[in-house]
């Protein structure tokens, strides 16, 4: 493992790379043309998240500074005990020592995945895909320069230009120690790291998730919710897959209907249950299998349900465990929503695309786990830490 650097060597690294990419947005995104150029776009979202324009450069920048200005999260004392032989018992955070990311097609991925891991005071193996490799070469030579010019081993950021069988046979016997593995993106490449991988994963990057229009709802408030969900980035995993209408609501075609005229707007697919199917412009579902998927497309489901109860237990049954939304004027309700469905972010009368790092206040993220351990929903700076027992004392024998 290598020796951990200072607080100072890491922030100012951060912050001179952050000046890089400001001096170097025109290359970059010379380089990510050429990406977008080779690119065949048969896929909404990967083109969507493979581009980068002057927003996503703004937004490496943004992170990059925001990381610098955190406090460390290395050597936090999270637990102190005084044992009756006259030990002295910590517990401190400490870093996992070497993870590796693979991810599809994003290239801000190089910066803000890399900056976390490396404030965290881990070394960081990047698996970028091929289709980003013009622009992800071009970041790691940045992160080697800002290294570099703070005196620090370049090492700490490698970028692993593999194929796939070669990325499979790094999974099953390593060459050097991996500790913690993240694969971002879609279902083959997460089930292709779980297949291969031989230390922890955490499963990062599926969605599908739902809006459950409660019968008390504000309908204004659903229909706003649910097209920002649905519409307005249709490649991340926190966009809305399915929306359940409660038949308790009163007049509930009619909300229907309304929703299906904007959804019209953006030219949105829209998938409906057979108690639908008098809808117009709609395509009836033959398959429940529809249930589980994530769209990363503008096609949403449309379903209906009887009750708080059973939109609940369709939730846990079909969601990928990331977000669910409630609309809801009751309180009450809402609260056993958010309590009883199992995704890493429940929502009241809010939408699904807020699971992010940056807007849950963590200043960014390295994924998004859907998984348990040993940590939900966005992964932040002060979550890519394990800990480790400090024992002081002078002599003492069991």
Same mark, same amino acid.
């Given at each position: 493992?290598?020796?951990?650097?200072?607080?100072?060597?890491?922030?100012?690294?951060?912050?001179?790379?952050?000046?890089?990419?400001?001096?170097?947005?025109?290359?970059?995104?010379?380089?990510?043309?050429?990406?977008?150029?080779?690119?065949?776009?048969?896929?909404?979202?990967?083109?969507?998240?493979?581009?980068?324009?002057?927003?996503?450069?703004?937004?490496?920048?943004?992170?990059?500074?925001?990381?610098?200005?955190?406090?460390?999260?290395?050597?936090?004392?999270?637990?102190?005990?005084?044992?009756?032989?006259?030990?002295?018992?910590?517990?401190?955070?400490?870093?996992?020592?070497?993870?590796?990311?693979?991810?599809?097609?994003?290239?801000?991925?190089?910066?803000?995945? +890399?900056?976390? $891991?490396?404030? !965290?005071?881990?070394?960081? /193996?990047? @698996?970028?895909?091929?289709?980003?490799?013009?622009? #992800?070469?071009?970041?790691?030579?940045?992160?080697?320069?800002?290294?570099?010019?703070?005196?620090?081993?370049?090492?700490?950021?490698?970028?692993?230009?593999?194929?796939?069988?070669?990325?499979?046979?790094?999974?099953?016997?390593?060459?050097?120690?991996?500790?913690?593995?993240?694969?971002?993106?879609?279902?083959?490449?997460?089930?292709?790291?779980?297949?291969?991988?031989?230390?922890?994963?955490?499963?990062?990057?599926?969605?599908?998730?739902?809006?459950?229009?409660?019968?008390?709802?504000?309908?204004?408030?659903?229909?706003?919710?649910?097209?920002? +969900?649905?519409? $307005?980035?249709? !490649?991340?995993?926190?966009? /809305?897959? @399915?929306?359940?209408?409660?038949?308790?609501?009163? #007049?509930?075609?009619?909300?229907?209907?309304?929703?299906?005229?904007?959804?019209?707007?953006?030219?949105?697919?829209?998938?409906?249950?057979?108690?639908?199917?008098?809808?117009?412009?709609?395509?009836?579902?033959?398959?429940?299998?529809?249930?589980?998927?994530?769209?990363?497309?503008?096609?949403?489901?449309?379903?209906?349900?009887?009750?708080?109860?059973?939109?609940?237990?369709?939730?846990?049954?079909?969601?990928?465990?990331?977000?669910?939304?409630?609309?809801?004027?009751?309180?009450?309700?809402?609260?056993?929503?958010?309590?009883?469905?199992?995704? +890493?972010?429940?929502?009241?009368?809010?939408?699904?695309?807020?699971?992010?790092?940056?807007?849950?206040?963590?200043?960014?993220?390295?994924?998004?786990?859907?998984?348990?351990?040993?940590?939900?929903?966005?992964?932040?700076?002060?979550?890519?830490?394990?800990?480790?027992?400090?024992?002081?004392?002078?002599?003492?024998?069991?």
């Amino acid at each position: 493992m290598n020796k951990i650097l200072t607080i100072s060597e890491r922030n100012n690294v951060l912050l001179t790379m952050a000046d890089l990419i400001r001096e170097e947005k025109e290359a970059i995104i010379k380089q990510n043309k050429k990406d977008l150029d080779g690119y065949n776009g048969d896929d909404l979202a990967m083109e969507d998240r493979l581009k980068v324009d002057d927003a996503k450069i703004d937004g490496m920048i943004a992170s990059l500074e925001e990381l610098a200005s955190q406090a460390d999260p290395l050597g936090k004392e999270r637990f102190h005990f005084k044992h009756d032989n006259g030990m002295d018992v910590y517990n401190k955070t400490a870093p996992f020592g070497t993870i590796m990311i693979i991810y599809e097609s994003r290239p801000d991925v190089t910066v803000e995945a +890399a900056g976390i $891991a490396f404030k !965290s005071g881990n070394k960081i /193996l990047l @698996k970028g895909g091929k289709e980003s490799l013009n622009s #992800n070469l071009l970041i790691v030579d940045l992160w080697h320069r800002a290294m570099k010019k703070h005196g620090v081993s370049t090492v700490w950021v490698e970028y692993l230009q593999f194929n796939r069988q070669e990325t499979q046979a790094f999974l099953e016997n390593p060459t050097q120690q991996i500790d913690l593995i993240v694969p971002r993106g879609g279902e083959r490449l997460i089930q292709f790291v779980k297949e291969n991988a031989n230390c922890p994963v955490i499963v990062s990057g599926r969605g599908n998730n739902f809006v459950y229009v409660h019968k008390d709802a504000d309908l204004d408030l659903a229909l706003k919710v649910i097209i920002n +969900a649905k519409t $307005a980035k249709i !490649s991340a995993c926190n966009a /809305l897959d @399915k929306v359940l209408i409660d038949t308790n609501l009163p #007049n509930y075609k009619e909300f229907v209907k309304t929703l299906l005229n904007k959804l019209a707007e953006f030219k949105v697919d829209v998938h409906v249950d057979q108690e639908l199917s008098d809808m117009e412009n709609v395509t009836v579902i033959t398959d429940d299998a529809i249930w589980y998927e994530e769209f990363l497309d503008y096609k949403i489901v449309i379903g209906v349900i009887n009750s708080e109860e059973n939109a609940i237990a369709k939730i846990n049954k079909y969601s990928g465990g990331h977000s669910a939304s409630i609309i809801t004027k009751d309180n009450g309700v809402a609260e056993e929503f958010m309590a009883t469905v199992d995704t +890493a972010a429940v929502y009241h009368n809010a939408s699904t695309r807020f699971t992010d790092g940056s807007q849950l206040g963590l200043g960014g993220e390295l994924a998004i786990s859907t998984d348990k351990l040993h940590q939900r929903g966005p992964i932040g700076l002060e979550h890519l830490v394990t800990n480790k027992w400090y024992i002081h004392g002078d002599g003492q024998i069991r």
